[in-house]
């Protein structure tokens, strides 16, 4: 393993790991939104915004902190075979089903980037009462598709070094 592969290891996880452990409080700000929701209603008029940005939080919420669960190994697993598996077997089929998962992140920022140029370059809105801006989302959503992939080219690099072991 080249240091090059270490120090992308090292710095790939360090940001998913101090993003992913900031937005993890972004559940306290969909609270906040969802209360304010719930009190505005009762007592006052009706706000227009509360939905559609409690939608917005957990949009970064998941976004944000995809790259982090994955780090965790908080994503969810099949596991009617993978928990009987041997370490080294779970590298194997790990290595190789990230491969999977790469492509489809690529595809999945490919048509994100061009909704976010889209977005830009007609000043998009929601076609809600509210009308929002929709590229500060749209933004948020192509840069956690990022580090999820960037997090996935680490688990690649952490599995091929377990199975030729190496240590990271």
């Not at 970064?60 to 598996?85: E, I, S």
Request: hydrophobic share 55%.
């Amino acid at each position: 393993m080249t240091a090059l592969m270490r120090a992308y290891v090292r710095i790939v996880d360090g940001v998913n790991y101090h993003i992913g452990r900031v937005v993890m409080y972004g559940i306290f700000v969909m609270m906040g939104i969802l209360l304010w929701s719930s009190i505005s209603k009762t007592f006052f008029l009706p706000s227009l915004w509360t939905l559609e940005m409690a939608q917005f939080s957990l949009v970064a919420y998941y976004m944000l902190g995809g790259g982090y669960a994955m780090q965790l190994g908080a994503n969810v697993r099949m596991d009617l075979f993978y928990g009987r598996w041997s370490v080294t077997t779970r590298a194997w089929v790990d290595s190789v089903t990230v491969l999977f998962l790469i492509f489809f992140l690529g595809l999945l920022i490919y048509g994100g980037i061009d909704s976010l140029l889209y977005s830009l370059q007609y000043n998009e809105r929601s076609p809600t009462a509210w009308r929002p801006l929709l590229w500060p989302i749209k933004t948020v959503m192509c840069v956690g598709l990022v580090l999820m992939l960037l997090q996935a080219v680490s688990e690649l690099i952490k599995d091929i070094a377990h199975l030729r072991d190496i240590e990271i």
